[in-house]
Antibody, heavy 116, light 110 residues
Framework: QVQLLQWGAGLLKPSETLSLTCDVD????????WTWIRQSPGKGLEWIGD???????DYTPSLKSRITITLDTSRNQVSLKLGSVTAADTALYYC??????????WGQGTLVTVSS | QSALTQPASVSGSPGQSITISCTGT?????????VSWYQRHPGKAPKLIIY???DRASGISNRFSGSKSGNTASLTISGLQAEDEADYYC??????????FGGGTKVTVL
């Protein structure tokens, strides 16, 4: 059974770069899309982008200039980088595997706080 | 793309049925049969329970069912149990080739 284990820095200062990694355990990254989703405090879930096994990415328009999602097939890892963070990027970040048009499974979530 | 609209909270007594609505537009829910539902217990990862409007994910109880009418999707939990107390989120594919989710509904078992 595939499990997604997330890790990365949880406290950032404004203008720094958010960097999170998702280890895919129990399965291969090949054959699927890998997605990052976040939830800001008091708000719903927000799809922020994904990547397929060929490295083709899609990003939400509002973050396109600052976001990079990469896939390391040799390490079975998916990574998220979000540059020039502000307080508005404070959120619980999830990685998830996209199967057709749904997401399963999800990682445990990483709380990222941006504060000076 | 605006978020899908869900009620903030729904409650019911054990054994009752409850329904959570999820309202979107013709550009998301109304345009595709790609609605999914997720359950999230506090501190846990979201868990897929329904995909493609009404298909139950593997291992999910048949007490959970999904449906759609126009721009509104619904999740019904029948025979409510204490373990169903959680947050529930709907999601849909959109005409912008992206995904949109709801704000979440807190289900309380009285």
């Amino acid at each position: 059974q595939v499990q997604l284990l997330q890790w990365g820095a949880g406290l950032l200062k404004p203008s720094e770069t958010l960097s999170l990694t998702c280890d895919v355990d129990g399965g291969s990254v090949s054959g699927y899309y890998w997605t990052w989703i976040r939830q800001s405090p008091g708000k719903g879930l927000e799809w922020i982008g994904d990547i397929n096994q060929s490295g083709v990415t899609d990003y939400t328009p509002s973050l396109k200039s600052r976001i990079t999602i990469t896939l390391d097939t040799s390490r079975n890892q998916v990574s998220l980088k979000l540059g020039s963070v502000t307080a508005a990027d404070t959120a619980l970040y999830y990685c998830a595997r996209r199967v057709a048009k749904w997401f399963d499974p999800w990682g445990q979530g990483t709380l990222v706080t941006v504060s000076s | 793309q605006s978020a899908l609209t869900q009620p903030a909270s729904v409650s019911g007594s054990p054994g009752q049925s409850i329904t959570i609505s999820c309202t979107g537009t013709s550009s998301d829910i109304g345009g595709y049969n790609y609605v999914s539902w997720y359950q999230r217990h506090p501190g846990k990862a979201p868990k897929l329970i329904i995909y493609d409007v009404s298909d139950r994910a593997s291992g999910i109880s048949n007490r959970f069912s999904g449906s759609k009418s126009g721009n509104t999707a619904s999740l019904t939990i029948s025979g409510l149990q204490a373990e169903d107390e959680a947050d529930y989120y709907c999601g849909s594919y959109t005409s912008s080739l992206t995904w949109v989710f709801g704000g979440g509904t807190k289900v309380t078992v009285l």
